[in-house]
């Protein structure tokens, strides 16, 4: 690949960036080929004012995103525990995957339509993207780079890694700052819209979905939301969705305290993230640590596998009864039916978003 962009991902990329000037939700953008679409009620990528996504950073940010450059060993990349084929999720609970091969102490999360998520990593820990791929950067059993001048040093020895970063950022583009602003570029192009459910959304033709998923869907509404909330399918908030005892908070600063890690607030103690439902049937296994490997086991955790905390989203608590969610066998099958047409085939096997050649 060259340092600039492919002819085949420019034209769709400006016509994302377009978007906000009248596209139609509904439009496809064709990448590649197959359309490529955003989630309903959306109408661009959104971007931060100091760094427009452009052809050239996004193929910047692809290519670093799939290398083991930028690894201290040279044999990991972001792609190593984010691999596309599971909607950029890893399938071991804790990943060992990273420089040290010793396991990490959360779940790799899905990267899936980060450009409209608010608060990123189970507690929430990074602002934004630019600011996202420092800690994986840095992390002693993730890529290694405990001292990133020693990464920038490695980097600007090699005459092709200092003409990409010249074609994304022109004479001088080789620094940190503009290495980050490439994987968020990148990162942001990585949308999930074009599932059976979406293309039911958007009223496509022959696009249908059976009597069964309509009743997962309508139960999803009614018991998932407001948590798996809009087209997203999160409100971009944190819970205690009934994992652990009081007594599990703090023992492990990193694994349990969720969102009072970063906010040193009691309340938010056991608190993650809302992950997306978007491709959830092929992200397993789920929740902060992995701990439970199906849907159905998931399921069972909210019908009755919920543990009592003090704090325990109100929204699981039942006066008398124990906490979790009102669901029969049939309830389960039918959201578990939903589930699977959140599934995005074109997003698993997108060309642009693959390793470059």
């Not at 840095?138 to 003409?163: C, F, K, S």
């Not at 809009?230 to 492990?252: I, K, P, R, V």
């Not at 543990?307 to 959201?335: E, H, M, N, W, Y």
Request: one cysteine or more; a negative charge.
């Amino acid at each position: 690949m060259t340092p600039a962009a492919p002819r085949s991902l420019a034209a769709p990329l400006l016509a994302l960036l377009l978007g906000a000037c009248g596209q139609s939700p509904s439009s496809p953008v064709e990448e590649g080929p197959f359309p490529r679409h955003l989630p309903v009620g959306m109408t661009s990528i959104p971007s931060r004012p100091d760094n427009p996504l452009t052809p050239e950073g996004v193929a910047l940010g692809r290519w670093l995103f799939h290398s083991p450059r930028l690894s201290s060993n040279g044999q990991v990349s972001c792609a190593t525990c984010h691999e596309q084929g599971r909607a950029f999720a890893d399938d071991a609970a804790l990943t060992r995957r990273g420089v040290s091969g010793r396991p990490l102490v959360r779940h790799a999360p899905a990267l899936i339509n980060l450009a409209w998520m608010d608060g990123l990593f189970w507690d929430g820990g990074s602002k934004n993207l630019e600011s996202l791929s420092l800690a994986p950067l840095t992390h002693p059993d993730e890529m290694g780079n405990v001292q990133l001048p020693l990464m920038m040093a490695r980097l600007e020895e090699q005459p092709e890694v200092v003409e990409r970063f010249e074609a994304a950022f022109g004479t001088g583009g080789l620094s940190l700052s503009n290495l980050l602003r490439s994987l968020a570029q990148f990162q942001r192009t990585l949308v999930s819209a074009d599932s059976r459910y979406d293309q039911w959304r958007r009223g496509e033709p022959g696009a249908r979905l059976s009597d069964q998923e309509l009743q997962g869907l309508e139960l999803v509404q009614r018991h998932c939301a407001p948590c798996h909330a809009s087209e997203l399918f999160t409100d971009n908030a944190y819970h205690n969705n009934g994992l652990d005892t009081d007594e599990a908070f703090g023992e492990d600063e990193a694994e349990t305290r969720g969102r009072a890690r970063v906010s040193q607030r009691p309340e938010d103690e056991g608190h993650f993230k809302t992950p997306t439902l978007r491709n959830i049937a092929i992200t397993a296994p789920y929740m902060h640590d992995g701990r439970l490997a199906t849907l159905e086991a998931v399921l069972e955790h909210y019908r009755g596998g919920m543990v009592v905390s003090t704090t325990l989203d109100a929204a699981f608590q039942r006066v008398g009864q124990r906490p979790g969610l009102p669901l029969d066998d049939a309830d389960k099958a039918a959201i578990v039916a939903f589930l699977h047409t959140l599934t995005d085939e074109a997003f698993l096997s997108a060309a642009e978003l693959a390793p470059p050649p």
